[in-house]
């Protein structure tokens, strides 16, 4: 079956750095858009960062541009996602999930994603 293994995250300061990495299993990674998604205390979901199959397309949320940054590498079937410059909003459980694609349009949707892992929080520090 597939599985979706998040890990990598913890508590930091304002300001610093961590690296999320999400582990895949029981799919042909390559035919998957990968996503982060993230979910604060009393907040719904919401998107963070997608990367396309091949690696070579990435969308970002407004909130996240520029500090942070998503990457695969489908010889590991895994997914990164490096955030710098922390925020205390940044505050969440964090989400990979996968989408089988069909196009080459990266989605932001959380319905329009197959699988999901089971998060690993990130907690900031103000």
């Known amino acids: 079956q597939v599985q979706l293994v998040e890990s990598g995250g913890g508590l930091v300061q304002a300001g610093g750095s961590l690296r999320l990495s999400c582990a895949a299993s029981?799919?042909?990674?390559?035919?998957?858009?990968m996503g982060w998604f993230r979910q604060a205390p009393g907040k719904e979901r919401e998107f963070v960062t997608a990367?396309?199959?091949?690696?070579?397309?990435?969308i970002y949320a407004d909130s996240v541009k520029g500090r942070f940054t998503i990457s695969r590498d489908n010889a590991k079937n895994t997914v990164y996602l490096q955030m710098n410059s922390l925020k205390s909003e940044d505050t969440a459980g964090y989400y990979c999930?996968?989408?089988?694609?069909?196009?080459?349009?990266?989605?932001?949707?959380?319905?329009?994603?197959?699988?999901w892992g089971q998060g690993t929080q990130v907690t900031v520090s103000s």
């Open positions: 999930a996968g989408r089988y694609y069909s196009d080459l349009i990266l989605s932001n949707v959380e319905d329009e994603y197959d699988y």
């Open positions: 990367i396309s199959g091949g690696g070579g397309s990435t």
């Open positions: 029981g799919l042909t990674f390559s035919w998957y858009h």
